[in-house]
């Protein structure tokens, strides 16, 4: 028992795969890593990584400025 179905492809913006060249400029977004071990996310610059001369924090969408 066959039956056809419609598939349509879609894009979510910022989510195909970008190439890098080296000494490109990588803009990274990170507010939080989140971890399978416990239940709180960790601030990601709490965290031994390299930071930034200037941290910018942007919101996303409505929820994170509210």
């Known amino acids: 028992f066959c039956q056809g179905s419609n598939i349509l492809p879609f894009y ?4 195909a795969p970008m ?5 490109s400029v990588v ?8 971890s399978s071990r416990t239940q709180l996310p960790y601030e990601y ?4 990584f390299c930071q930034p ?8 969408n409505l929820g994170q400025e509210v």
């Open 27 to 34: 803009e990274i977004k990170a507010v939080k890593l989140t």
């Open 53 to 60: 001369d200037k941290v910018v924090y942007k919101a996303e």
């Open 45 to 48: 610059y709490s965290l031994p």
């Open 12 to 15: 979510v913006p910022g989510v």
């Open 19 to 23: 190439n890098f060249h080296q000494n």
